[in-house]
Structures are given as C-alpha cells and as structure tokens.
C-alpha cells in the first residue's frame, strides 16, 4: 500500500490515499458464497482493476482511474471485502476531486467511511474523513469542514498518530480563517506548532506559523503577525524552502507596511524582488513591483513609484492579468492625484475602472469609483461625484460580510468608511444637508446596527442596503423626545477640513450648521484632535494612548498647547457648542444627546466652558451614543425582559497586570470597596469584594441581574478594542481578565452598567463608534452604559458614584442623576478630571 499527497490547503497538503494491493494469502482463505477458487479468481481481478487505476491516475488519465476504481470497488462489493471496497470508493473521491466533482466526490467518502466504521479500520476512517473536509471546505462549506476535521482529531489520537493529528488540528484552524474565527484558528495553530514542534517536524510548523500570521494580520494585531513570519521565515531558510521564504518575506513586508514602518516594508520587498527575478516568477515580480511602488507612494516618492509601475504595468499585460494592470492604473491615478494632476487622475481612474467591470473585481471597481468621485469633488463636479460615490457606496453594500466576524466586519466597515464621508461632502456642496444626515447616519455602527437588529428580530434579514430615510431619524428624536446633536468630521489629505453639525429637536425640525475647521480652528493648531489631547492634558489626564494628540506643548502662546485648562475647554465649547447653541434647550432638565465622529469621543462635553465661564453640564443634562440609529436599538432593548436583581462589584482581589511585561498585582482600591458596600447598602444587598469577586462568580451573577455596578482597576485598547478589559478576582487557572470581547458574547438582562473605571469609555475609535467596553455591553444587550473617559482618581469617583444612585433612588432618569452628581462632585472637587470623566451612553429611562 502507498499514498500520494496534492497539495489544497493554505500552505499544506491534502492527505490523498491511493490503496495498492496484491494477491495476498488473507484474501485467498476468505470464504463466501462462492467457491475457494472463485473468491481468488474474483479478488484477483478487483486487485488487477484496482492497480490499473492506480497507474492511471499517476499518468493524469484520471476519466480512466475512474473507470477502472468503478469496477473495482463493484468486484469488491460482491465479494464482500468491504475494507477494499472503502479503500476503492476513497481512490475515486480523489479522482472525482481533481475533475472538479465535488458532489461525486463527497458521496465516494462518505461510502468509503461507512464501510471502513463497518470493519473498524480507524486509520483508513481517519484519511478518508479528512479528505471530506478538505472537499467541504474547498466548496466553502465551513461549519460541515470544521465538524469533519473535529471528528477525525480524537481517531488520531487514538491511534497515536501525532503528525495526523497535527494536522487535523491545523486544517481545522484553516477552516477557522475561513470562517473568520480567527482567536479560534490562532488557538488551533499554536496547538498544531507545538504538536510539529515536538515532532520535530519543521515543514509543517512553518506552514502552520504561516497561516497563523494570515490570522492575526486579518485581525489587524500585526505586531503579532510580524512574530509569527518572523518564526515562519527562519523555519523556511533552514529547510531551505525558497518559496516559503518568498512567501512569509512577502507577507512580512505587508505588516510592515501596515504598522506604517515604510523603511523596513521596502527592505523586505527589496529582498524578495530579486528572488522571484532570479526565478523567472513574471506574477509574483509584478506583485512586489506594485506593492513597492504603494510604500514608495506612501513616503511621497512619487518618481519612485511611478518607475516600479512602469516596469510592472507591461508584465501584467505580458501575462494577461487585468487585475494587476487595473491596480495599477488606478495608482497612477493616485500619484496624478497627490501632485494636483486631477484630470490626469480622472483619466485613469475611468480606465482602471472598465477593467475591475470587465473582470468583476466588485471591491476594486469600488475604490476607484470613490476615488473618481473625490476628484470630481476637488474638480467641483458635484453631481457626478455624487452619482460616482453612491455607486461605490452601493457596490460595499452588496459584498456580502455574513462569513465575517464582528471585528472584521468593524474593519471592513472601516476601510469603506471615506466614501459616505466624501458623499457627504457632494451632498453639501449641492445644498443638501438632510440628505448629507442620512449618509452620516448610513455610514455609522453598521455591525453594531446589525447585529442588535438580528437579537431583536432573529428571524429576519436585518442587512441595511439602504441609508435611513430622514422620518425615521426624526421619529427617533420624538421618541426620545431629546436634542440631538451629530457631528461628522470631514477630512481632506488626512487632516480634518470641516466640522458638519445637525441638530434634530424633539419636534423633529432638522438644523444644519457647518464650521470650516481650515479657519476656525486657533492659530498654528492643525487639529481639533490636539485641543481634545491638549484640554485633557491641562487637566492632568494623560495616557500613552492619547500623547499622540498633542503636538507642541512648548508653543506658549499656542491655545493647542495651553496649560490653562479653562482656555482649552473655552476653545473646544467655541467650535463644538456655539455654532448651535441657540437650536439646545433652555430647560437644564431637557436632554441633548451628543453624537460625536471619531476623535471627539474623547470631548469631555460636560467640561466644555462657555465664554461666561459656564460648565455645560450646568445648563444642560448630557448623554452620548454612536448613532441616532442606535439609539432606536437601545430602545428596543428596554422592551425585552429586565433582570431582578442588583449586582455590586468593588475592589475585587487584584490580578495580574496583563500590560506589564513582568509579574506585577494590580494595585489595591480601597475606596472602590467602600464605594460599592455604600451603594450596595441602597439596594438592601450584598457587595462582593476582594476574593469572592472572581470571574467566574460575577459573569453567574451578571446573567440575572438588573443592575450592574463594577468598581474595579479597566484599561483600554485602541488598536484591537475588544482586547480591553476589567479585572476581577483570578481563581484557579483564571486569570481574572474580563475582556470585551468575552462580554460581547454575553446575553445580559440588565437595565443599566456602570463601569466604575479607568478609561472605560475608551478603545478603539471607528466608524462603528468606540470599540471597547461600553459597546460589548451594549451588544450583549445593555441599553444603559456609564463610563468613563480617562483613568478617574479613586476618591473623587467614590463621591460621583454614591450620589448617582442617591439620585438614581430619588428620580429614575439616570441622565439626570447623573448631572446631578456631577454637579455635587464639582462643587467638592473643581478639578474636570474629577467629575467629567463619566458619560451615559444610551436610554435615560
């Protein structure tokens, strides 16, 4: 017996089993119906048969494998030699598969398997399960790959095959990445590599390393998948496998280029060209060619780039790939862009685009009609930038995403974010703002939307192809009967050029207001994100996180980098809150809602001080949220089943700091523990604490409760949100890490969270509003988050906390106890930083 390998997986093999057989003394002693002499005349025609198919197939003529496995596994069948027969109908699942019968193929493996249960041959069961999910998952039929390869795992080890083994794990982490589970396929993968590791298997550790880097670059966590290449790439040149070592060079370079480290993406790209040069791979030196030209395009080199596009461009036509030649095209198109050649960009912009129609590239199709359209914008054709944008918008609507996990799509979203932001833009250039509003809203929390519509309503379609229509976000404010304020911040070459400012009134009258950021905002401040950075600053709330945001702190007449706190929220009032001051309720107990677009989600809008010295919060009872959709989902949530009970966290025994590269205990919060036994004393109940506080105890207790209060050390994450976190007692192996990503996957009953915590508001800023915490509770179904913005100084927090529930107790309008405990807090402590931090985000009732 033999087999043959073909290769169908990302970077392995497809295990194919070609069983070659002779005359053997067991199959001449066994008995049947027939006579002795029968049985071995039979047998040796079937094993005949069966050898010739063999031969067949090794010389690719695969129609006549096929007719001879048919005979075989007949003869076989008669005889009743059913191992034979599985190992046959095995054979022709193989040669069904290389003729593109995958329907063939799935039924000859699923015979094979019956008949190898039947005779207990477990290894022969083993090869022919794998190979069903190999055609499962080459068919795109994921969740029927994953059980087949989750089904084949234990054969193995059963008959402790550790590289079988091995390898089902891997080709399940394969499916994994199909399937976009990507935290599942990284766990696969490491299980996989250790597995090779220890077999000292290094090529198909490498493979595995591979495809784990693909996995954690889908994920946007490149410094990881730089590791991860990193080992794939030193694997690769110790075997001395050069198309391995292409491949993870190539790869490597792509992160580097996404994590913005130009100077070592073209090291790489410089290192790789000449390999497949030297290899005469014309595709693959077109590919680092284009994506060279990308880097140096990047570094504003744009003599550079056009150079390698001009040597690429002829090798793509060479080879008849249009994709390529589109690709490039459509650079040029950018480079004609970026030196204010905007005809030139037109021009090629509408050649790249006849291509990526021609091939049904729907994606590049769509960039390049956004691109069009910014040129046509920057050329002041309105109209046609209109009709160019809405047509890309309406290409990214219809790519399916339903295969995507929530972060991907958040990072699909993302990516496709710019054209509802330039669409906006034609709009108002047209005297358009209603519309323009619908597109703000259309472009905004789109997975969010999703996926609390699919809880909500589970057996509908709840895919939005559309953008909302203005009576329905009007009907919202009515509903909500509050103020609401949206903001969309529009960029042009990266920096922010307009501040777009609708108002909907509780009547439901529309107002637009526009501030030319290029003239309002202070002299030599480039950016409201600097007066953002430069007021928290001045407050003393600073964060690695947010040092990006101030750009001169020794400037010091410069209002960017004022160290007078009240100068800097005057400055942010002036350009967020004066433009519509007189559309805000005079009544202090009337609610705005604020709706703000990227970086102002880190405004403190209670700390904005008006010229007559003024906190807002003074005049006006604040919330926030993501979109004016969303807050129709939050709604919505109030109508499903509450929970009855109260639950109250505070200062559980510390874990590990999970940011710290050495072994070090969060550090004790005692006034978090008096905070939640006082609130605990409000509710007639028991506050945990310390060692009680574990995980494992609070998420049993979360499932039931009404409300959630958690009193405990929070940090963020601005490039993965979902890696942000509380803590909560460790116990056992448990670290006592709660992430947002585990809080995502919950089903809360509860009316209200409260994340008394650092920088509990913060994460990662899309398009999808912030990812992080306060959105994890809102798509576990919470319609009420209150968190915080920055890391909140313990004692003053306490204050803030004891007297929201003391008011919370008197008036069930939370937005309103909450002002009114920000208003006590300040009156105790002055300082914004200790009062202005917390922001509810969602319902008031």
């Keep these: 017996m033999r087999c043959f390998l073909k290769s169908l997986s990302l970077t392995s093999g497809l295990i194919v089993a070609l069983f070659l057989t002779g005359i053997s003394a067991q199959f001449a002693s066994a008995q049947t119906t027939i006579t002795q002499a ?18 067949s197939y090794e010389a690719k003529q695969i129609g006549r494998a096929i007719a001879l496995w048919e005979q075989a596994a007949k003869i076989y069948q008669d005889i009743g030699d059913r191992q034979w027969q599985g190992k046959t109908l095995t054979n022709l699942g193989n040669a069904y598969d290389d003729l593109s ?58 008959l402790n095959d550790r590289h079988g083994e091995a390898r089902a794990i891997r080709n ?44 954690y670059s889908q994920l946007g966590q490149y410094e990881d998948a730089l590791i991860t290449f990193n080992l794939a790439l030193f694997m690769f040149r110790e075997l001395k496998d050069q198309k391995g070592e292409q491949q993870a060079l190539t790869n490597r370079a792509a992160v580097y280029s996404n994590l913005f480290r130009y100077k070592e993406a073209l090291a790489a790209y410089d290192e790789v060209l000449p390999m497949y040069q030297k290899l005469g791979d014309r595709s693959s030196e077109a590919k680092m060619l284009l994506s060279r030209g990308v880097i140096y395009f990047s570094l504003n080199r744009y003599d550079e780039a056009l150079a390698d596009y001009r040597q690429a461009l002829p090798i793509f036509r060479a080879i008849k790939n ?44 769509a960039t390049t009609l956004n691109n069009l359209g910014i040129m046509q914008i920057r050329t002041r054709q309105f109209a046609q930038a209109e009709q160019s944008l809405r047509a890309a918008i309406a290409l990214y609507e219809s790519i399916r995403l339903d295969r995507l996990s929530e972060a991907a799509k958040i990072s ?42 699919q809880q909500l309503q589970p057996n509908t379609s709840q895919t939005t192809r559309n953008a909302p229509d203005l009576n329905t976000l009007t009907q919202i404010a009515r509903s909500q009967n509050a103020t609401l304020v949206e903001y969309s911040t529009i960029y042009d070459r990266g920096k922010e050029t307009q501040l777009y400012i609708w108002v909907i009134q509780p009547n439901g009258k529309v107002s637009f207001r526009q501030v030319d950021l290029t003239t309002a905002l202070p002299k030599q401040c480039s950016q409201i994100a600097q007066l953002i950075g430069n007021s928290r600053n001045s407050i003393g709330v600073r964060s690695a996180q947010s040092d990006w945001l101030i750009v001169d ?161 929070g940090s963020f994450d601005d490039r993965n949100g979902f890696r942000s976190w509380l803590a909560l007692a460790p116990f056992e192996k448990d670290s006592g890490i709660l992430t947002a990503e585990e809080i995502t996957r919950l089903k809360l009953n509860a009316d209200l969270v409260v994340l ?90």
Excluded at 329 to 357: K, P, T, V
Excluded at 429 to 444: F, I
């Design 553 to 713: 702190e020794t400037a010091q007449k410069n209002p960017c980098s004022q160290s007078d706190s009240d100068e800097n929220f005057k400055v942010l009032h002036k350009l967020l809150i004066e433009p519509i001051a007189s559309l805000l309720p005079t009544d202090p107990n009337q609610h705005v809602v604020f709706i703000p677009d990227r970086t102002l989600f880190l405004v403190p809008f209670p700390a904005l001080k008006a010229a007559n010295g003024k906190y807002l919060i003074e005049k006006h009872t604040l919330r926030t949220a993501s979109s004016i959709q969303l807050l129709d989902k939050t709604r919505a949530l109030k109508s499903r089943p509450r929970g009855k009970d109260t639950l109250i966290v505070g200062n559980p025994f510390m874990p590990n700091d999970p940011n710290s590269s050495q072994v070090k205990q969060l550090s004790n919060l005692p006034n978090a523990e008096q905070e939640a036994m006082t609130i605990a004393s409000l509710f007639n109940t028991q506050a945990i604490t310390g060692k009680q506080g574990t995980k494992k105890t609070v998420l049993k207790q979360m499932l039931d409760a009404k409300i959630i209060h958690l009193a405990t050390h």
């Design 412 to 453: 699909v979203f993302e990516i496709q974010s710019g054209s509802y932001r330039w669409l906006q833009q034609a709009l108002i250039a047209q005297n358009q703002p209603e519309k323009a509003l619908t597109v703000s809203e259309w472009g905004r929390t789109k997975a969010l939307i999703e996926r609390l519509s």
């Design 172 to 215: 399940r982490g394969n499916v994994y990445l199909g399937l976009s589970r990507h935290a599942d396929a990284i766990e696969a993968f490491d299980q996989a590599i250790t597995i090779f590791g220890e077999l000292k298997d290094r090529a198909n550790a490498s493979g595995a390393s591979m495809n784990q880097g693909i996995a």
């Design 38 to 55: 029968q049985q071995s005349n039979r047998t040796a025609e079937a094993d005949r048969l069966f050898r010739e198919g063999v031969q």
């Design 756 to 845: 008394s915590a650092c920088d509990t508001g913060r994460g990662r800023v899309t398009g999808d509003g912030v990812v992080g915490l306060s959105r994890s509770f809102i798509a576990a179904g919470v319609p009420s988050v209150i968190v915080s913005l920055w890391a909140v100084p313990d004692a003053p927090t306490s204050d803030l906390m004891k007297a929201f529930y003391q008011q919370l107790q008197r008036n069930p309008d939370k937005a309103q106890a909450l002002r009114q405990a920000m208003l006590a807090t300040l009156k105790a402590h002055p300082n914004p930083k200790d009062w202005a931090a917390f922001t509810l985000i969602g319902e008031a009732l």
């Design 322 to 365: 249009r994709d390529g030649e589109a690709q490039i095209l459509s650079n040029r198109g950018a480079i004609d862009s970026a030196l204010s050649r905007y005809e030139d960009a037109i021009a090629a912009y509408q050649q790249a685009l006849l291509i990526f129609r021609a091939i049904k590239n729907r994606d590049g199709e």
């Design 101 to 158: 019968q995958p329907d063939k193929a799935l039924a000859a493996y699923k015979a094979a398997i019956q008949l190898f249960q039947a005779v207990k041959d477990r290894s022969s069961e083993a090869r022919a399960t794998m190979n069903l999910g190999f055609i499962y998952s080459s068919t795109s039929r994921y969740e029927e790959a994953l059980a087949a390869f989750s089904r084949v795992i234990p054969i193995y080890r059963e």
